[in-house]
Nanobody, 123 residues
Framework: QVQLVESGGGSVQAGGSLRLSCAASGYTWIYCMGWFRQAPGKEREGVAVIDHTGGTRYANFVRGRFTISKDNAENTLYLQMNSLTLEDTAMYYC??????????????????WGQGTQVTVSS
C-alpha cells in the first residue's frame, strides 16, 4: 500500500505561485502519479500526471502554468503552480497507482490517495 502525504498548500494572491509536494512511502514501484483537485460544489478533476519514465500529461486548463515533476531519490512528487487564478482554488490531492496495464492519464483509476492540501487564491 502506497502512503501519500501532501504539503505546500496555502493562500496566495492571483498571479502568484505555489509548489505542492507529495511524499510517497510504503511501495517498491509506482507506475503513475498525479495531482487532482476538487473545488467546493464541483467534481474532482485531474490536473497533471507523470509516469515512471517521466512522461507527463496535463489538463488543458493548466497547460503552460503548472509543471508536474518527481524526485525519485526523495520519493517525492511536485506540482509547481504559476500564474494562479481564482479558479485554481481547490483541495489538491496526490494519487498513485502501480498497475502498468492501466496506463497513465488523467482518467485512470488511482488506488492510493493522500489527504489533500488546500490551495486558496484571492484577488
Amino acid at each position: 500500500q502506497v502512503q501519500l502525504v501532501e504539503s505546500g498548500g496555502g493562500s496566495v494572491q492571483a498571479g502568484g505561485s505555489l509548489r505542492l509536494s507529495c511524499a510517497a512511502s510504503g511501495y517498491t514501484w509506482i507506475y503513475c502519479m498525479g495531482w487532482f483537485r476538487q473545488a467546493p460544489g464541483k467534481e474532482r478533476e485531474g490536473v497533471a500526471v507523470i509516469d515512471h519514465t517521466g512522461g507527463t500529461r496535463y489538463a488543458n486548463f493548466v497547460r503552460g502554468r503548472f509543471t508536474i515533476s518527481k524526485d525519485n531519490a526523495e520519493n517525492t512528487l511536485y506540482l509547481q503552480m504559476n500564474s494562479l487564478t481564482l479558479e485554481d482554488t481547490a483541495m489538491y490531492y496526490c494519487a498513485a497507482h502501480t498497475t502498468s496495464s492501466r496506463g497513465c492519464s488523467l482518467y485512470n483509476r488511482f488506488d492510493n490517495w493522500g489527504q489533500g492540501t488546500q490551495v486558496t487564491v484571492s484577488s
